[in-house]
């Protein structure tokens, strides 16, 4: 076997995306030759244990990262600077810390105040992902062919962004190194607005007179389906996301709402070359994820 990448690795939040990781170094164990995962919540704890996708289990974040060449938080973005604070002094000394946040500035400012000087921090985001939760709802294959974005601090060294560049390619995705604020506003548009929106849009249906509501469960077409599937996600983990990237969804929102205004526009001046480019442009997207294999 080649060198591992890793020889410890501690996953502190086996949840969809941390149990991911956990079982692809089952599956790989070129990634890491030991696994440990830690989660506050002790039904997920006896959950890890029962489905032996890590080593050791702990209920307590500190006690985990003893001995760890890297450690991985896979928690709600909103706990990630608490969680810093109280394991950074127990990491051993050249030891990486890395996240999977879906925000990067808000989670840096978080956790930058607490790392020392022997600790190499690597921000980091795999575009992966369901509208899943919990250990149960993770799986090896969960990367596989995705991006993980790395968006490194001043302080982050070449050699770290190497290590988790190799250990993000071996769970399967490619790898871009990005800007932090660029981050922000890219995943803003293309992942946090469309959940405001699947959000807000079973809250209006909802939100309709008697008769209409009970149709919507009905006849929902599969248009509105495609949108209570996002809308199922993981009310803690979102409600994050939404506090901790506000300035770049609110611009986001603010462009969208125009873009709707104008579509509302058309249709009342009966506008067919607008509506009709506005609808060609939509298709035209869908059909580039599809031909560069961003959609099975
Ligand atoms: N769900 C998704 O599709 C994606 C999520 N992410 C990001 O990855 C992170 C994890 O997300 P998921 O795996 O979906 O969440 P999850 O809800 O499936 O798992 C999170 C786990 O963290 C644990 N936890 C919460 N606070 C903790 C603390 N203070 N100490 C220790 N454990 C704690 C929870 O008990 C839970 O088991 C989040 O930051 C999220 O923004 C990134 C890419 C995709
Ligand atoms: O399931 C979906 O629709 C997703 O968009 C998954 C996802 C959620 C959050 C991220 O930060 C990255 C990917």
Avoid at 20 to 41: E, G, H, M, P, W
Avoid at 64 to 88: F, T
Avoid at 209 to 216: G, L, P, Q
Wanted: hydrophobic share 40%.
């Amino acid at each position: 076997m080649n060198t591992p990448i890793f020889n410890r690795v501690v996953v502190i939040g086996p949840g969809l995306i941390g149990s991911s990781i956990l079982r692809r170094i089952q599956k790989d164990r070129s990634i890491a030759l030991y696994t440990v995962a830690a989660d506050t919540n002790p039904q997920v704890c006896e959950r890890v244990r029962e489905l032996a996708i890590a080593d050791e289990v702990y209920q307590d974040p500190v006690q985990s990262v003893k001995d760890a060449d890297c450690v991985v938080l896979a928690i709600p973005v909103g706990a990630m600077g608490e969680v810093a604070k109280n394991i950074i002094p127990h990491m051993k000394k050249g030891a990486i810390l890395t996240d999977t946040g879906s925000t990067k500035e808000s989670v840096i400012k978080a956790i930058e105040p607490y790392v020392t000087s022997d600790i190499v921090f690597v921000p980091a985001h795999p575009m992966a992902g369901t509208e899943f939760s919990g250990p149960d709802a993770g799986f090896e294959s969960l990367f596989e062919n995705r991006w993980c974005l790395i968006t490194p601090t001043p302080h982050t060294t070449q050699a770290g962004i190497d290590k988790i560049t190799k250990f993000w390619q071996a769970m399967g995705t490619n790898i871009r190194i990005l800007d932090i604020k660029h981050h922000d506003k890219v995943c803003a548009i293309v992942s946090h607005l469309p959940h405001l929106i699947a959000f807000t849009i079973c809250n209006t249906a909802d939100s309709l007179e008697d008769e209409a509501r009970s149709e919507v469960l009905d006849y929902a077409a599969s248009g509105f389906r495609d949108f209570t599937r996002v809308a199922s996600s993981d009310p803690t983990m979102w409600r994050d996301v939404f506090l901790n990237n506000r300035e770049a969804i609110l611009e986001m929102l603010a462009r969208f709402t125009e873009d709707a205004q104008a579509m509302a526009k058309a249709i009342r001046w009966k506008d067919e070359d607008y509506i009709t480019q506005t609808i060609q442009k939509g298709r035209r997207i869908r059909k580039s994820l599809i031909d560069n294999k961003q959609l099975q």
